[in-house]
Every structure is written in C-alpha cells, then in structure tokens.
C-alpha cells in the first residue's frame, strides 16, 4: 500500500472558535493537503456548546463534551487541541492525548509558555510529537524557522512586535490622534480585542510567545518565571507625538538576548528608530527580527492571528506529524533542557526615553540636568516642547524629553525618582527604553 492509499488519519479536534472552526472548513474542503500524500479526516470534535453555529456544518463529526474524552478516544489518531488557556481543560487534554500516545499539535502560546518543558518531556516518552507552530505569530512561520531553518546557527537576540491587538492599538493612536482608552474600545467593538483585554495589552500575550522562542533559540526550556512584562497601559498620545518628533515609533517589543553572562526574556513599550524594520510594521501585523551568529540580520512579518492563516499552521503541523515529525519538541531532548541563567535586569544597560510634564517656570531644566548629574545619568538630548494641541493636555505644564546614553537600569530608575521628586514636577516621569537592536 502506498501513502496515499493509506486511511486518512483521524483528527480529534477540542474547540471550535476561531480558529477552529477555519481549521475545520481546511480540512473538510482539502483534506489532502501534506505532501506525504496522505489525507487527514475530521473524525471527533468538542467544544463548550454543541448547537453554537460555526460556519461550518459539524453535525457528522462524533461530538464529544468533554475534551479529555476525545483525546483520549480510539477513534483519532492526532489530537489537535484549540481551547487555549494554560490550565484547566486545554492543558489536561493535552496530558491526556500525550499519555494515550497520540500526536499533539496546539495553538496554545499559554500552554507551551507555562508547561512546554513538561509536556515535551511526556511527549518524547511516549515517542510523538507536540508542535505548536500556530502558537507564535499565527500564520507567520517563527517556529519553524527558529527550530529548524536556523537550527545550526547560534542566535544573539530575537526581537519580535507579537501580538496583533497591541500593534493595532498603538498604530491607530498614532494615525487617527485617539487616545489608548478610546482606540481600545473601537478596537473592542470591531473584534481585535477581547472583551478583557488583560492578556494582550498587558503584554502577557506577547511574552507568552517569546518565552516559547527564547527557548526555541537558546536551547532550554520555556522559562515563564524569567519573562519581565510591562504592557501598553502607560503609553500616551503624548509620548507617541513627542517620541515621532525625536525620531522614534513607540512598538511594544517582546525581546530575549543571550550572553555569556546569561538570558533576558522581555516585553515592554519600546521606542524603534523610524527606520528599523520592526518599526514599519503596522495594524495588526507582526514582525520578527533576529541576530545571529552566522546568518546576521533576520526580519520576517506577517499575519500574527486570525482564522484562516492560523488554521494554514495548524494544518502544515498536522503534514508535519504525517512526515514522521521526530525532532525533540524544543531543541534538545527535554531531558537535558537545562535552565540558563536568568540576567537580573535592573542591571541590563538601556538608553531612555524619560518625558516630563513641568512647571513653565526659571529654574526647572537647571534642576533636572543636577539631578541628572548627581545620578550620573548622561544625556544624550533635551528637547523642550510646547504641549501638542492635538494631545487635549489639560495640566498647564510643559513637557521636556531628554533620552539618555546607555546606563544601566538601576540608575535610570535612581534617577526617575529623584526627579519624580523635585516640587517641579506636575506627573510621575515616564520612561521607555529606546531599542538598541
Ligand atoms: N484567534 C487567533 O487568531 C489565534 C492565533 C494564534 C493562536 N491562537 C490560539 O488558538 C487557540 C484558540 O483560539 P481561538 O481564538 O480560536 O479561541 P476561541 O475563538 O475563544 O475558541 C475557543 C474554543 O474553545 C472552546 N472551549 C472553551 N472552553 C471549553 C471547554 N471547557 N470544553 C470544550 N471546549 C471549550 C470554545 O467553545 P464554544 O465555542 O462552544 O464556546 C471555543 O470553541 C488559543 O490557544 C489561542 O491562543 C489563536
């Protein structure tokens, strides 16, 4: 018999959304697709509501309430699990179909982020795979292309805009004047951002995945305890007007670096020169960006979610599996998938961004500039501006920017709050670090 004389494989597919409602009209329409000539079927599936319409017709699939039991069942061959969430039934299912031996792939950031090390542990025990390449920029191949195409190579840094809704947000503030609240909610009503908007503009979303790379690229173990987090919440119009004036777009960044000294995983606002390729990417795309040892400067963007390029990665790890997928699930056996040395990062060396709101008074800039000093803090410029009309400021003070030669973060810190301070000051100083990649 050849391959594509074989039965079709059996799918058990747990969740019906987004995505998988897109994955299941793939499959039904050409369920042909992996160039080993074998075919996929969809044989069970599961989700919260049995009668939900999913643009799709499911009534001939066997319907299973509880996902566990369709991992678990005789009647698939691959397990592909489309919930989300890195607890409860997402995660249990997955144990479950790794436990009965069945191939997994998942979409699942949370998951893999939270407990890829010891489900590619229960994985490559019982000898399946467990891909996921869907879970970092949706139908953008990252995965692959850190696992695999760049598998010889040592990569330095990886630096990625990954998550859709935040991209959305801060490029609609910065064409359309509106402020975060106010481009949330449109972004809200038009389906880019979930009615609890915590997971993405908190920026948890976005290190969800570069945890998942970093591992990927460094070669440990998705490490979520290592991930520093700061979202969007803090990022004004103001700052986006006067950060464009210096020359900078304001991105939420998900970085991660390796050194000798050690591994940084970070997500945070971040101001990109104009002319960085990370900093051109707009609306709800992502973009990556990746140093390394032999191949140099890497940049790739594309569709980070949606439907149909997120079930197009979903099923080409489903050709994987049919390939005989046997690559350990990060980038070594996960037995020996050992921590790397978290870098504290109060001690990593950044230049700044600091802007100030200030009383229009004598006096002001000379106090700032000692205090500067005092903190050994060393300006790189100092820009004093007008308050744009366009921001709706209603404080009567002025803003002042300055951005700062590298310093390591405990002294920019240092000096953010002795500057918070000074009688002065209207509000707190806020600070982003200005990319140096
Ligand atoms: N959306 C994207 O563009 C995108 C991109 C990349 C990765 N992902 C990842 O893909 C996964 C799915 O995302 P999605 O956007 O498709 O999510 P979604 O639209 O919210 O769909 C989730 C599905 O899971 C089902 N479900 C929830 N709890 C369940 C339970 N206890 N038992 C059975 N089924 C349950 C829901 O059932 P009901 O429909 O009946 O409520 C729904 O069908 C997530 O891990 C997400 O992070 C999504």
Redesign the pocket.
């Known amino acids: 018999m050849t391959r594509s004389d074989r039965p079709p494989h059996r799918l058990g597919v ?7 409602a897109a994955l299941v009209k793939l499959v039904s329409a050409r369920g042909d697709f992996a160039p080993s000539g074998e075919s996929v079927v969809i044989s069970g599936i ?4 049995r009668s ?1 319409p999913r643009g799709a017709d499911v009534s001939c699939y066997d319907w299973f309430e509880d ?1 566990v039991a369709l991992a678990r069942s005789p009647d698939i061959d691959i397990f592909v699990e ?3 969430g890195s607890e ?2 997402a995660r249990a299912a997955v144990e479950a179909a790794l436990q009965a031996g069945k191939p997994v792939v998942t ?4 998951l893999i982020a939270h407990h890829g090390a010891a489900l590619a542990a229960l994985a490559e025990a019982k000898g399946v795979p467990l891909l996921f390449e ?2 970092v920029m ?1 139908g953008t191949p990252a995965v692959k292309l850190v696992r695999e195409a760049l598998v010889a190579d040592q990569i330095h840094s990886i630096a990625g805009i990954l998550n859709g809704t935040c991209n959305y947000i801060l490029t609609q503030m910065e064409q359309s004047g509106s402020s975060f609240s106010q481009v949330l909610k449109q972004a809200q009503a038009l389906g880019y951002a979930e009615a609890d908007p915590t997971t993405d503009v908190g920026g948890f979303d976005a290190a969800h995945k570069i945890v998942i790379l970093a591992a990927l690229a460094f070669g440990g173990p998705p490490d979520w305890g290592v991930a520093e987090v700061e979202g969007l919440e803090g990022v004004d119009l103001l700052d986006i007007r006067l950060a464009g004036d210096l020359g900078y777009r304001i991105k939420l960044v998900a970085a991660a670096a390796k050194s000798a000294e050690g591994v940084s995983v970070r997500v945070h606002p971040t101001l990109l020169p104009l002319d960085h390729p990370l900093a051109r990417a707009d609306g709800a795309l992502n973009a990556l960006f990746i140093q390394g040892e032999n191949t140099g400067r890497m940049f790739i963007q594309g569709p980070g ?3 149909g390029p ?1 079930a197009a990665a979903v099923a080409a790890d489903i050709a994987d599996v049919l390939a005989g997928a046997k690559r350990p699930v990060f980038q070594r056996p996960a037995a020996q998938l050992a921590r790397a040395r978290a870098l504290v990062p109060k001690a990593l060396a950044t230049k700044a961004y600091i802007r100030l709101i200030v009383r229009d008074e004598p006096g002001v800039i000379a106090s700032v500039s000692e205090t500067l000093a005092e903190c050994g803090l060393s300006i790189d410029s100092f820009l004093q501006k007008h308050m744009p009309e366009s921001v709706g400021d209603a404080s009567g003070g002025v803003p002042i920017v300055l951005t700062t030669h590298p310093a390591v973060e405990s002294v920019i810190f240092d000096a953010i709050a002795r500057i918070g301070a000074l009688p002065t000051m209207i509000t707190p100083p806020r600070m982003m670090r200005i990319a140096n990649i």
């Open positions: 747990a969740g019906l959304g987004t995505v998988g599961s989700a919260r509501s939900a996902p489309l919930i989300g409860g039934v979409a699942n950031k949370a869907a879970a949706g979610a949606g439907p997120t």
